[in-house]
């Protein structure tokens, strides 16, 4: 039933009374059609009877509905839940029609005669009552879900442009392009072959994101080829203050990620540690089958605090992606983060 009639006892009081008053007048025409009399509102008293009953059943059916969020819940399975609802309705108008009115007759007009044919009108009147209110909250139901899902699908939309101009922002990073030229004005002079190798990973780093920047989705082993070569490049320009380590399953490099995930928290960890001789920043980065896990030693630079907006922008990407969460662990000596293979 819809919340504002559900969770409030005085507007289930108000649509029992309105149901039981519109209910026994739909029952005096009937009847009046049936028998050919023809005249309405012969007994007031049976009116204030019919709304007592409608309080009755629509607070006997609230709480049964409540029971069955419970059990089977709307979101779970609608078509089920619209079933048993539909059902534990009817038994419940079932028992009042047929025994408690019965009751009630036996009580307190012993003399006047029960026609079973009447009570079966008042009892298909009030299940279409009850089909009906039920129609009204699945109907309620689809509604709010479909709000809902255009309301997710809207923040997936505006996280999604956030992700996109985030990696923007990294493929464009005019320091990671200004420090890389500068690496590779030193190596020239020192070492030719390490500077022609220092040229070829640079290029496979902006092809790789200049390929990939819009989709969706990668094979890992593309990724790890990439996320290797930008580890090349920061280690020759770190001249080892940087150590990265590799273990990646075999078995997992046909699985997929989104794409520059990887690049991105390396980039983190780059930006917001400490990384020197004497303290070397360890990057590692391992698959489990389900996860690939990217660690590193947590030495957090004092004059920089990150706004976690890359993380965050992360966990929205996957998701949008799938149902796996990304996981994000600080021990206050590993910093570390899960990101579900697809």
């Known amino acids: 039933m819809i919340p504002f009639i559900y969770n409030k006892w005085y507007y289930r009081m108000l649509a029992g009374f309105i149901a039981g008053l519109l209910a026994w007048l739909l029952v005096e025409v009937l009847l009046n059609i049936q028998y050919r009399y023809f005249v309405l509102f012969t007994d007031p008293l049976k009116y204030l009877q019919a709304a ?21 819940p709307w979101e779970q399975n609608p078509g089920n839940r619209l079933l048993f609802q539909t059902l534990s309705g009817l038994m419940i108008a079932f028992l009042i029609v047929f025994v408690l009115r019965i009751l009630v007759y036996f009580l307190f007009y012993p003399s006047r005669l029960i026609i079973f044919s009447d009570e079966l009108t ?9 089909l009906f209110f039920n129609l009204v909250d699945i109907g309620y139901f689809l509604n709010e879900r479909y709000r ?16 996109q101009f985030e990696m923007l922002k990294l493929q464009l990073n ?50 790890v080829e990439f ?27 046909a ?16 930006k917001h540690n400490v990384a020197s001789q004497q303290k070397p920043l360890l990057i590692k980065i391992i698959s489990d089958r389900r996860d690939i896990i990217v660690f590193n030693n947590f030495q957090p630079k004092t004059d920089q605090k990150g706004s976690g ?20 662990m600080n021990d206050k000596s590993i910093f570390e983060v899960k990101i579900p293979l697809i």
């Not at 009755?56 to 419970?70: H, K, P, S, W």
């Not at 809207?154 to 992700?163: C, L, S, V």
């Not at 770190?238 to 590799?246: A, L």
């Open 52 to 72: 007592v009953f409608g309080i009755f059943l629509i607070e006997l059916i609230t709480r049964a509905n409540r029971l069955l969020q419970q059990k089977v």
């Open 122 to 130: 008042i009892f298909i009147v009030v299940s279409i009552f009850i």
């Open 148 to 163: 809902k899902s255009m309301a997710e699908m809207e923040k997936f939309r505006k996280e999604n442009a956030e992700y």
């Open 174 to 223: 005019p320091h990671f392009l200004f420090n890389s030229l500068n690496t590779l004005s030193s190596l020239v002079y020192e070492d030719a072959a390490k500077a022609s190798d220092f040229i070829r990973k640079l290029s496979e780093v902006y092809r790789y994101v200049l390929d990939n920047r819009d989709r969706e989705l990668v094979p890992l082993l593309q990724e």
């Open 227 to 253: 996320i290797k070569s930008f580890a090349y490049l920061l280690e020759i320009r770190f001249q080892g203050m940087i150590e990265f380590t590799f273990r990646i399953d075999e078995k997992d490099l």
């Open 255 to 270: 699985k997929r990620i989104a794409p520059m995930t990887l690049q991105l928290l390396v980039e983190n960890a780059v």
């Open 309 to 328: 907006m890359g993380l965050k922008n992360i966990s929205s990407r996957y998701a949008y992606l799938t149902n796996k969460k990304v996981e994000i």
